[in-house]
């Protein structure tokens, strides 16, 4: 009796201090960018789908570079539909040095009757400062400047949406946000703290922005530099802790989303874009079986189903195409080690999984010493273990690699 009552007091508090730390968090605010005039918008394109207007204004969170302080945004309209239109404001990923991605999602929501808007992220395309490339200042082993361009980015996304609502082309009750791995980063604390957007979708994100910093691939030289400063996770999760997107998404509750998210994605690990899910309410989640690049060899699925999603959201309809999964290949590259031909390096794709976590698998590789068929079993991100059959016959192996 007496350890029924604790387990319930426990199970008691740990709902307690859950609700009191979203409301904690509910309680965060970012300010939105000072009201200015927009200039009008100029036509600068036209086909038989679409109409391009480009309009520019000054980034509500300027920084010391004069060429990252314009924002240029492109309106991309149906041609073949009379406004007004619902519309998706879409951020592209970290790096992008053009537009192509999202050209092709926007074609897609064109069809279905979608107004697009492209927001160039700070540091990136046409916002690049003279000497460096797209993207190269974005992400900086400094928490400061970190912090700013976060700033800068979601002030951007919410000015943005000030000039939607100065233009009756657009419904302003009916505006989705998408964005891609970094963009996906950024679009999710817009999401939340920009009540004007009504719905989202979130490709290759996540949230924890320390812990992914800390985890991820795609920034080994920024947290070596970050760890040589004197910075732990623990000291860059408190210095970032105002610009979390996690800390905002109480705030999100009762929005529609979707997440897409790659079993094998070693840029933005498991941990932070299951952090993401669990901070939505109830999104739809459709997983890719790869890595976080592999998300190419899916890209006309991925862009499908964001057209689906959002066209369920602002007509009702299109929802039930929209999938679980999505069809990839699972390319594996890296190192294999096995008790007949010892270490070689090697590539391979999998011809079956395990369906829920795909922890097991069997994959087809080619390695130098020829072919070999593994079975393995995942024991961390990057290394299995399991059986191999190679032409001289069955032997134990080990497997390093990354998941495309």
Same mark, same amino acid.
């Given at each position: 009796m007496l350890r029924a009552w604790r387990r319930m007091l426990i199970v008691f508090l740990g709902v307690w201090l859950s609700q009191m730390t979203a409301l904690a968090q509910s309680d965060r605010t970012l300010p939105p960018p000072s009201p200015v005039t927009f200039n009008?918008? !100029?036509? +600068? #394109?036209?086909?038989? =789908? $679409?109409?391009?207007?480009?309009?520019?204004?000054?980034?509500?969170?300027?920084?010391?570079?004069?060429?990252?302080?314009?924002?240029?945004?492109?309106?991309?309209?149906?041609?073949?539909?009379?406004?007004?239109?619902?519309?998706?404001?879409?951020?592209?990923?970290?790096?992008?040095s053009d537009w192509e991605l999202e050209e092709r999602m926007s074609a897609q929501l064109n069809r279905r009757g979608i107004a697009t808007v492209l927001v160039p992220l700070p540091y990136h395309l046409s916002r690049t400062p003279q000497g460096f490339t797209s993207g190269q200042l974005a992400v900086q082993p400094d928490p400061k400047?970190?912090?700013?361009?976060?700033? !800068?980015? +979601? #002030?951007?996304?919410? =000015? $943005?949406?000030?000039?939607?609502?100065?233009?009756?082309e657009f419904i302003h009750e009916k505006v989705g946000l998408a964005g891609t791995s970094l963009g996906a980063i950024v679009s999710t604390l817009a999401f939340s703290v920009e009540p004007r957007i009504k719905s989202g979708c979130f490709i290759l994100g996540g949230v924890d922005l320390a812990h992914l910093l800390w985890h991820s691939s795609r920034v080994v030289s920024q947290r070596d530099i970050l760890r040589r400063n004197g910075y732990t996770e623990s000291r860059l999760r408190e210095e970032l802790a105002d610009v979390e997107p996690a800390n905002?998404?109480?705030?999100?509750?009762?929005?529609?989303?979707?997440?897409?998210?790659?079993?094998?994605?070693?840029?933005?690990?498991?941990?932070?874009?299951?952090?993401?899910?669990?901070?939505?309410?109830?999104?739809?989640?459709?997983?890719?079986?790869?890595?976080?690049?592999?998300?190419?060899?899916?890209?006309?699925?991925?862009?499908?189903?964001?057209?689906?999603?959002?066209?369920?959201?602002?007509?009702?309809?299109?929802?039930?195409?929209?999938?679980k999964a999505l069809k990839a290949p699972t390319i594996r590259l890296g190192a294999m080690v096995?008790?007949?031909?010892?270490?070689?390096?090697?590539?391979?794709?999998?011809?079956?999984?395990?369906?829920?976590?795909?922890?097991?698998?069997?994959s087809a590789f080619v390695t130098p010493r020829g072919p070999k068929l593994a079975i393995g079993m995942r024991i961390s991100q990057n290394l299995s273990i399991g059986p191999v059959l190679t032409r001289k016959g069955l032997t134990g192996g080990l497997f390093w690699n990354v998941v495309l």
């Amino acid at each position: 009796m007496l350890r029924a009552w604790r387990r319930m007091l426990i199970v008691f508090l740990g709902v307690w201090l859950s609700q009191m730390t979203a409301l904690a968090q509910s309680d965060r605010t970012l300010p939105p960018p000072s009201p200015v005039t927009f200039n009008n918008w !100029q036509q +600068v #394109s036209a086909n038989e =789908r $679409t109409i391009e207007y480009q309009v520019a204004f000054d980034s509500g969170e300027p920084s010391s570079y004069p060429e990252n302080n314009t924002v240029r945004i492109r309106a991309l309209l149906p041609a073949e539909r009379v406004g007004p239109f619902p519309t998706v404001i879409l951020l592209h990923y970290w790096g992008a040095s053009d537009w192509e991605l999202e050209e092709r999602m926007s074609a897609q929501l064109n069809r279905r009757g979608i107004a697009t808007v492209l927001v160039p992220l700070p540091y990136h395309l046409s916002r690049t400062p003279q000497g460096f490339t797209s993207g190269q200042l974005a992400v900086q082993p400094d928490p400061k400047a970190l912090r700013e361009t976060i700033l !800068q980015s +979601v #002030s951007d996304v919410r =000015r $943005t949406m000030d000039w939607i609502y100065t233009r009756s082309e657009f419904i302003h009750e009916k505006v989705g946000l998408a964005g891609t791995s970094l963009g996906a980063i950024v679009s999710t604390l817009a999401f939340s703290v920009e009540p004007r957007i009504k719905s989202g979708c979130f490709i290759l994100g996540g949230v924890d922005l320390a812990h992914l910093l800390w985890h991820s691939s795609r920034v080994v030289s920024q947290r070596d530099i970050l760890r040589r400063n004197g910075y732990t996770e623990s000291r860059l999760r408190e210095e970032l802790a105002d610009v979390e997107p996690a800390n905002y998404l109480p705030q999100a509750h009762g929005k529609p989303a979707m997440v897409v998210r790659a079993n094998f994605d070693s840029v933005v690990p498991a941990q932070s874009s299951e952090a993401l899910i669990q901070g939505l309410d109830h999104p739809t989640v459709i997983t890719l079986r790869t890595g976080h690049y592999g998300g190419v060899l899916a890209e006309n699925q991925i862009i499908a189903n964001v057209g689906a999603f959002f066209q369920s959201q602002f007509f009702g309809e299109g929802k039930n195409f929209l999938a679980k999964a999505l069809k990839a290949p699972t390319i594996r590259l890296g190192a294999m080690v096995d008790g007949i031909n010892q270490l070689q390096v090697a590539a391979g794709i999998d011809l079956w999984q395990s369906k829920n976590d795909s922890r097991f698998f069997v994959s087809a590789f080619v390695t130098p010493r020829g072919p070999k068929l593994a079975i393995g079993m995942r024991i961390s991100q990057n290394l299995s273990i399991g059986p191999v059959l190679t032409r001289k016959g069955l032997t134990g192996g080990l497997f390093w690699n990354v998941v495309l």
